[in-house]
């Protein structure tokens, strides 16, 4: 796949993005550099881009020339492993910084970022982030693939799908949970896509999950847990 953005024909592929209307505004390393109150002194330097189902935000080994902070929508994060060989670790929403590190490192980025769903996200003005506030976004990446990690390490199937469930809603700020197709999920979770499908019916059934429209659904979000919280990690 190649990074694009989405635009219709004779459109220009980004555009200034309203940063006083933002609803994540206050979550904004614009907003934590300048003060929520000086935040449209430098809101015409942002851009906001689209990216379609399968586009490429970040790509693995690349220098991106500035800091993405996603508005809305899912990626997944991949990483090439030793063998080399690409796997999906992890799955980022809204809140999130793409590209924060290779920004002050010079370094290419060391994970890539699909889009799972149409995303929106802020190309930031040269600068921004700096240095000062970098730590609560580093927190929370570091946090996340942390907690993908230990998923992996629960033993039984419908325990770990319960996880990342959990795990992708709590990144989304609304009650209809948008979620990534099966195939993704079993290659999250290192199992196949029929796996998947089998547990899904079981918790569709005992009505944990419940299909709204595409892709959102209902997410009992208190039985996930206590599914997840039955086995103990494997030491």
């Not at 991106?64 to 508005?71: A, E, H, Q, S």
């Not at 590209?99 to 699909?114: D, R, Y």
């Not at 993908?148 to 199937?157: D, F, H, N």
């Not at 989304?172 to 290659?187: F, H, I, R, W, Y």
């Amino acid at each position: 796949m190649t990074s694009t953005d989405t635009a219709g024909p004779g459109q220009p592929a980004t555009r200034g993005a309203p940063c006083r209307q933002c609803l994540l505004a206050a979550q904004c390393p614009l907003s934590c550099q300048l003060g929520l109150a000086q935040l449209a002194t430098r809101s015409g330097e942002v851009r906001l881009r689209s990216f379609a189902r399968g586009n490429v935000a970040l790509r693995e080994g690349e220098r991106p020339p500035r800091c993405l902070f996603v508005k809305s929508g899912l990626l997944l994060i991949r990483q090439t492993g030793l063998d080399g060989v690409g796997r999906a670790i992890a799955v980022i929403g809204p809140g999130y910084l793409l590209g924060f590190t290779t920004a002050h490192n010079g370094q290419g980025s060391l994970m890539s970022a699909q889009a799972l769903t149409p995303v929106s996200a802020c190309e930031l003005p040269d600068g921004v982030p700096d240095r000062a506030c970098l730590a609560p976004y580093t927190r929370r990446a570091v946090e996340t693939l942390g907690a993908w990690g230990q998923l992996m390490r629960i033993p039984t199937l419908p325990q770990r799908l319960a996880a990342a469930l959990h795990l992708i809603a709590s990144v989304q700020p609304s009650l209809s949970t948008l979620l990534p197709s099966q195939s993704v999920l079993a290659e999250l979770l290192c199992v196949t896509r029929e796996s998947i499908n089998r547990s899904w019916r079981e918790f569709e059934a005992r009505g944990i999950v419940g299909r709204r429209h595409g892709r959102a659904v209902g997410l009992d979000l208190a039985a996930l847990a206590d599914i997840a919280r039955r086995a103990p990690a494997v030491s």
